[in-house]
């Protein structure tokens, strides 16, 4: 049994704390150096004839090898290979692969980390074959998620699929990957304080379902990952596995939790929405991880913040009565473009901005705000720390590295809160009437602002 199945055992039984089974299921990982020689033994346990799914780049790192072991082993294949120096896990690269896919192969193949996973996890779904991930790159935390994340009609959204069977990580592969890509691993591991922070305040504020054991299973691994962040820059093994072991827990802790809240929050959606941007206005973006590292000491900022909040209650609901909605989807619509659409359709069915649903929140917020600052404390570690943790794998410590301006950051706060149906920092922050006020004074920029009006409330 792998080290990751060790640790995966106890789940398959009651949860001590909430009761449920998490047992993620059948699911093999394999992490070291020299593993990717146990591939052929590996497809012999899903199938006789993989169809082999890759882009340029992950071909050349892991792909030809991959068909040269296979090759030799006698294990026939079919292959289809994206074309581009970028593949956008969208409607066009999912019609692509169910178009190119051999429907006599009887078991699936990604060579990839990212996109091709995501790409293939749905392609597994809709075929019904089972299938297995060669990772190529530790630089994100979908290796082992059941859901994808996809831009559907220009909104970056997440899509139930099915997890792979097997996962093999050959850190003699991994280590070679691209610097960025190690250091998009660790900012999507940091960014786990503020998910378990925000999972936990949501228990408190909405009711929602939280277990202890899976938040501490999360912060055991980005323990074990942030004590080798210096190892990382080095391209060290230990480092790099420890880094994708934690990956491949986060992405199995969504699956036994049955939720993204594990290792999914504020800082993540700063990462959509620089990708919804940059879909409609060609505006930058980097890799998700480095965003959302960069994101997650916005986060730590935002939280530090809100330790010095004391809460009033009529102001908040003085903000609240003065809200425009009107307002709200105009603003939305000229800052994210055509995918607002489906975030106004989202409110629609939430209602979150409704007054009834506010009042019954603020209450819960203002009965529980002293146990609230204790889970921000317990939780979010200090701008400083999170800055010093980047600094070690030589990641972006600020926004302006990748390319954003101060008022787009504060105007992307702001709607962090619409992206999906989960409460979050800015949305804490939006019941306490606080919101817009806290954007200007973190993020101040006084030029002309072309695409955003001035934030709300509007008399």
């Known amino acids: 049994m792998s080290d990751i199945g060790k640790i995966l055992a106890p789940f398959k039984k009651p949860c ?17 150096s020299g593993v990717m020689d146990q591939l ?73 980390s990212g996109t091709v996973n995501d790409l293939a996890k749905l392609l597994s779904r809709i ?15 979908g290796f082992a998620s059941s859901s994808s994340s996809m831009i559907r009609d220009g909104l970056k959204i997440s899509l139930e699929s099915i997890y792979p069977s097997i996962i093999l990580c050959d850190t003699d592969i991994l280590k070679k990957a691209p610097l960025p890509m190690l250091q998009a691993g660790m900012g ?65 802790a969504m699956t036994m939790a049955g939720c993204s809240r594990p290792a999914s929050g504020m800082e ?28 997650e000491l916005i986060c730590a900022r935002v939280y530090d913040r809100i330790l010095q909040v004391k809460p009033d209650r009529e102001k908040a609901l003085a903000s609240v009565k003065s809200f425009r909605y009107d307002h709200w989807k105009i603003d939305l619509r000229a800052f994210l473009g ?33 146990r609230i600052c204790g889970i921000i404390r317990e939780e979010v570690p200090s701008p400083d720390k999170i800055r010093e943790i980047l600094k070690k794998t030589g990641a972006p410590a600020s926004f302006e ?21 989960k409460y979050i920092g800015s949305r804490l922050l939006w019941d306490l009437g606080i919101l817009y006020e806290i954007g200007q004074e973190l993020f101040p920029d006084e030029r002309p602002v072309a695409y955003f009006t001035d934030p709300w409330p509007i008399d």
Not at 18 to 24: E, S, W, Y
Not at 90 to 104: C, I, K, N, P
Not at 344 to 369: F, M, N, T
């Open 16 to 32: 001590p704390a909430c009761g449920r089974i998490h047992d993620p299921g059948e699911v093999r990982a394999e992490i070291g």
């Open 40 to 112: 052929p033994e590996m497809i012999g346990s899903l199938g006789r004839k993989p169809f082999v799914l890759a882009d340029p780049r992950t071909f050349e790192a892991a792909g030809k090898r991959a068909l040269s072991i296979l090759k030799d082993a006698g294990i026939p294949w079919s292959l289809f290979i994206y074309k581009g120096e970028t593949l956008a896990p969208d409607e066009r690269s999912m019609g692509a692969a169910v178009m190119h896919f051999d429907y006599s192969c009887d078991c699936i193949l990604a060579v990839g």
């Open 127 to 141: 075929s019904g074959r089972p299938f297995m991930l060669l990772g190529t790159a530790p630089s994100m935390d």
């Open 188 to 252: 999507d591991m940091i960014a786990k304080y503020t998910s378990i922070c925000e999972w936990r305040i949501s228990n408190l504020v909405t009711g929602e379902y939280y277990c202890p054991v899976i938040a501490d299973l999360i912060r055991n691994c980005v323990r074990q990952c942030t004590d080798h962040a210096e190892g990382l820059k080095r391209r060290d093994p230990e480092a790099v596995e420890a880094v994708t072991k934690g990956l491949i827990l986060a992405g199995l």
């Open 268 to 295: 993540h959606y700063f990462s959509h929405i620089w990708d919804m941007r940059a879909q409609e206005f060609g505006t930058p973006m980097g890799l998700h991880g480095i965003q959302c590292g960069t994101a």
């Open 338 to 370: 055509k995918s607002a659409d489906q975030l106004v359709l989202l409110e629609e069915k939430e209602g979150k901005y409704d007054p009834a649903s506010h009042s019954r929140r603020l209450e819960k917020i203002l009965d529980s705000w002293d």
């Open 401 to 421: 590295e990748l390319g954003h301006t101060s008022e787009e950051v504060r105007t992307a706060f702001y709607m962090t809160a619409d992206i999906r149906d």
